[in-house]
């Protein structure tokens, strides 16, 4: 066997592989998702009474190139959708589902796939061949330098039934490796070695030998081909890496769930429906649309000695041709008394429409009479102009909708805060602008609640002040017109990439309604997340489900008495978060939290080691020298966490950064359970998140393997970047910091990044590696700033040694107490509160918090 220096991407055919090909950066475009959607039963059998349309040329050739990634479950949906428009809208989620990062404009998978299936067609003329299969899930092979100088990327037998390529570390590996593909004749395509059924032939016969040895001349060679049968014949590595991916979990079960599909053969109702425009957002119409189920043919069902009834309404919206948009609500209304047919139930919701002619598809389920209701009509959506002459409409069939409607028709004046450029935080004069249509007679400006400037006349915009330290900040603006307020906007500045909120727009506590109202929420989202439902509730009454934006209700009430709304929103996982307003309170309404304060406490003996087993009475707790009462106390064990890994990776980590990745890669491995997050961090010049909090290994492992040493250390902007980043988590939170210098060129000063510390509740681990462990400066920094978040400061000389610290980190994550206490302390909100807890145990030491800001 010769090893020749041409690449197997242009040896056949001359073609130099597309730069973008070559961007290794894009390496962690190929996800390995875990889990496969499973449809619920009643979407496994809904059917379209019309079959199939013939798939059209473009879909035959689009699940062609897509082969590899398809599964088998979402090719024969895809087939059994009833209508193109469905397939494109297929298309459009299927790259959703597969995005590996969602925050940029560009999905990084489909470009690069699309690139690799062009030229694997070019330089193989099919993507049946083991070899194009390889190379669009891992990526072409790497380079290495021969013995003889020469450079070469795989190694090809002289009858080419047998070729070895080799990586260095591919989409879907950081690891080192060789692949082996084997031809049994010249008119058949290749197939992996490891699947072949001539992998073990001798010499003799002659096919190719199982001592690859023989084949490859050159030593390197011959060991590289031995790697790989310790591969195959060990962990399995090149059987993962020729697998494509599972699909992400539960894509295509959502995608099924917003169709509107009746199954066949269900029983059907009739419904009226009606539709309202009763103002603008933005450049979108406002549309309200009612369906009236009759009273007398609606199922109900007694739950505590009441009835009620349930419904699900699924929507398409769908614009020369292609899906706009679709939704989903789910209502559970008490059932009235009445049995009069002429009585009919209300379910209203709302979209924001471009003006138009739409077609419009909607199911309505009625979940206990267990049949359905199906609309399929043109709509005419009307511009600003037309609709004020239709407004009243739905108002003349249901006129308890009048305020909502109102609140609504607001819209025609508009009025948005300009978001910053960037997400870097901010401190100091900070000056926002905003974006007005309309009249105002005033624009005011707020900041955390507190009104600061009015403005008479445009251009409207205010600078203001926030402040020495980059806290979360609430700007909002009213838009003033003969004393009411007619539009508004508000934004969050310095907000952490954690956070998960609800929070009422409208209606606004301690105003006055007569029939109904409009409910407005704004939901923040932790990074990477996506909100899975909002469940609206008057009184203790659920109301209503939203599962997709705008968060946006209207709601009958019961007439003009005290009554509230709560909002509740879930993520995928099951979080959630909940806010209530008070509605026609005849006195203000005042919020009161009750803050309880967690103490995470590690407590060692002279050795360092944990000491479990202790009683709260041995422990004393005081906020600023006042004792505490503790409320909770236990002994955490098995108590998840959020860890997030803060790398240096300026220039002077050149020499260090590639076992730094293998030791950060191990403690992901052995540390990270089911029910942990971590996330990757790196700094230089700035801070940049490799990879978001996850439990996936994979996703962290690709993260890692992409690090680079180059720039300057900004060791106190990254403190204060990666602390603010768990702003909105709760529980147990570590930040493991590695830096080998001290700071540069930071725009924040170590008392920023000190405060924001206290500010995060984050336990910071901190290891100093060669130059930062004897710089006085730099360890006097690290020491003090794990000291008071109750960590640890590490100093080493060896890379080799992060090992051992990785484990006795993860020691004490796993070994803690938990002290709850509610504060006493009358002190004001801005001022900082000294924590100290104390162990009646003969030479053990305490590493807690210093304190906290409220």
Not at 132 to 160: E, I, K, T
Not at 181 to 203: C, G, I, K, L, M
Not at 609 to 622: H, I, Q, Y
Not at 800 to 828: H, V
Request: with cysteine; aromatic share 10%; hydrophobic share 40%.
């Amino acid at each position: 066997m010769e090893a020749v220096t041409v690449d197997p991407l242009t040896h056949m055919t001359g073609t130099p592989m597309t730069a973008r090909l070559r961007i290794a950066a894009l390496a962690a475009c190929l996800l390995v998702f875990a889990g496969n959607a499973s449809f619920a039963d009643e979407t496994k059998e809904a059917e379209e009474t019309a079959p199939p349309q013939p798939l059209d040329v473009r879909f035959v050739r689009w699940l062609e190139r897509i082969g590899p990634l398809i599964s088998e479950e979402e090719r024969a949906f895809f087939i059994g959708l009833p209508e193109d428009y469905r397939r494109e809208a297929f298309i459009q989620a299927f790259w959703k589902a597969r995005d590996p990062d969602p925050r940029t404009p560009l999905n990084e998978l489909r470009v690069l796939w699309e690139d690799r299936v062009d030229a694997a067609l070019s330089q193989w003329g099919t993507l049946e061949d083991a070899r194009a299969l390889f190379y669009l899930l891992n990526g072409p092979p790497g380079r290495f330098v021969l013995p003889d100088g020469r450079s070469a990327s795989y190694c090809l037998s002289r009858a080419s039934e047998l070729e070895i390529w080799f990586y260095g570390g591919s989409d879907r590996s950081p690891r080192h490796f060789v692949v082996i593909f084997v031809r049994t004749s010249r008119n058949r395509p290749y197939q992996f070695w490891h699947e072949s059924p001539v992998r073990r032939p001798t010499a003799r016969r002659g096919l190719p030998t199982t001592d690859i040895r023989l084949l490859c001349a050159d030593e390197w060679f011959g060991w590289a081909a031995q790697a790989v049968q310790r591969d195959l014949a060990g962990a399995g590595v090149i059987e993962d890496l020729s697998t494509p991916p599972e699909p992400p979990a539960e894509w295509l079960a959502t995608f099924a769930a917003f169709n509107t599909d009746v199954p066949a053969g269900a029983p059907r109702f009739d419904i009226d429906l009606e539709w309202d425009f009763p103002g603008r957002n933005q450049t979108r119409t406002v549309t309200h649309g009612l369906v009236l189920v009759p009273n007398a043919s609606a199922g109900r069902r007694t739950f505590q000695e009441r009835d009620y009834h349930s419904f699900h309404l699924t929507g398409e919206v769908i614009r020369d041709d292609h899906l706009f948009e679709t939704f989903r609500y789910r209502f559970e209304l008490p059932a009235g008394g009445g049995e009069r047919e002429d009585e009919r139930i209300p379910l209203v919701f709302t979209r924001y429409l471009r003006p138009g002619e739409v077609q419009i598809r909607l199911k309505i389920e009625d979940v206990f009479g267990q049949q359905f209701a199906v609309v399929n009509e043109t709509v005419d959506v009307p511009n600003l102009e037309q609709a004020q002459s239709l407004r009243k409409t739905i108002l003349e069939t249901f006129p308890a909708l009048a305020e909502a409607n109102e609140a609504a028709a607001r819209g025609e004046r508009l009025l948005r805060l300009v978001p910053p450029r960037d997400e870097r935080l901010r401190v100091g004069m900070v000056r926002f602008s905003t974006h007005a249509i309309g009249d105002f007679d005033a624009v005011a400006f707020s900041l955390d609640g507190r009104e600061i400037l009015r403005k008479r006349r445009p251009p409207y915009g205010v600078e203001l002040n926030l402040g020495s330290h980059p806290t979360e900040h609430r700007i909002r603006v009213e838009g003033l017109k003969d004393g009411e307020v007619v539009a508004s906007d508000e934004m969050s500045v310095n907000r952490g990439g954690q956070r998960f909120r609800a929070r009422f727009i409208e209606p606004r506590s301690g105003e006055q309604y007569l029939q109904s109202t409009r409910a407005v929420v704004e939901i923040a989202v932790p990074d990477g997340e996506q909100i899975e439902r909002l469940e609206l509730y008057l009184g203790e009454e659920r109301i209503a489900t939203l599962y997709q934006p705008p968060w946006v209700q209207p709601v009958v009430l019961d007439g003009p008495n005290l009554t509230y709304l709560r909002a509740a929103a879930f993520l995928a996982d099951g979080s959630s978060t909940e806010d209530v307003v008070f509605i026609n309170s005849p006195n203000p309404v005042e919020r009161v939290d009750v803050q309880y304060i967690e103490l995470f406490a590690s407590v060692v003996d002279e050795r360092g080691r944990p000491v479990p087993g202790l009683e709260r009475d041995r422990f004393v707790v005081t906020e600023d020298g006042v004792p505490q009462t503790v409320r909770r106390f236990e002994w955490v064990d098995d108590t998840p966490f959020h860890a997030g890994l803060l790398i240096d990776t300026s220039a002077s980590m050149q020499d260090s950064i590639a076992q730094v990745r293998a030791a950060a890669r191990r403690f992901v491995d052995t540390a990270l359970r089911p029910k942990d997050r971590m996330a990757i961090l790196t700094f230089a010049n700035r801070t940049q998140v490799e990879s978001r909090f996850t439990k996936n290994t994979g996703q962290l492992a690709r993260a890692l393997s992409g690090l680079k040493a180059t720039g300057t250390t900004s060791l106190y902007d990254s403190l204060v970047y990666a602390l603010s980043y768990f702003d909105g988590i709760s529980g147990q939170k570590a930040l493991l910091l590695l830096s080998d210098g001290r700071d540069e060129n930071s725009s924040f000063t170590f008392e920023s990044a000190l405060e924001t510390a206290h500010r995060s509740g984050v336990t910071i681990y901190a290891i100093g590696l060669k130059k930062a462990a004897t710089d006085r400066t730099t360890r006097r920094v690290l020491e003090r700033i794990a000291g008071e978040t109750g960590g640890q400061a590490f100093f080493i000389d060896q890379v080799s040694e992060l090992d051992a610290i990785y484990a006795q980190i993860e020691r004490e994550l796993r070994n803690r107490y938990l002290l709850t206490y509610q504060s006493t302390s009358t002190k004001a909100d801005s001022e900082f509160r000294v924590v100290r807890v104390e162990v009646d145990r003969r030479g053990a030491d305490v590493r807690t918090m210093a304190g906290y800001y409220p």
